[in-house]
Nanobody, 127 residues
């Protein structure tokens, strides 16, 4: 059973930056595609950024392209989401998720394919 823990959220002004981390204290992330999702109050969960298990393929939702960067360090069993030029509409609870794929040349954009989820970290961007 994989246990994911997010960290790095907080309150930041518009235009600022945050770096979210997703780590596992049990198991290894090596064979999992990773996705970052977010949910704003009153809105549905939205996929934000995705990376395959080897880290050589990434995808982003259009609203964050050019501002967010997803990465991973399998040796550290961690994944990251660097968020720059944050906007108030980026506010929400951010979750990382892991999809067991073993070998994958593509990312997993579909939320219902993920096997494990973290508990989330709050990101608030003030205007």
């Amino acid at each position: 059973q994989l246990r994911l823990v997010e960290s790095g959220g907080g309150l930041v002004q518009s235009g600022g930056s945050l770096r979210l981390s997703c780590a596992t204290s049990r198991g290894t992330l090596e064979y999992y595609n990773i996705g970052w999702f977010r949910q704003a109050p009153g809105k549905e969960r939205e996929g934000v950024a995705f990376i395959n298990n080897s880290g050589d393929k990434t995808d982003y939702v259009d609203s964050v392209k050019g501002r967010f960067t997803i990465s991973r360090d399998n040796a550290k069993n961690s994944a990251y989401l660097q968020m720059d030029n944050l906007k108030p509409e980026d506010t929400g609870v951010y979750y990382c998720a892991a999809d067991l794929t073993i070998l994958s040349e593509s990312t997993t954009p579909e939320a219902d394919k993920y096997d494990f989820w973290g508990q989330g970290t709050q990101v608030t961007v003030s205007s």
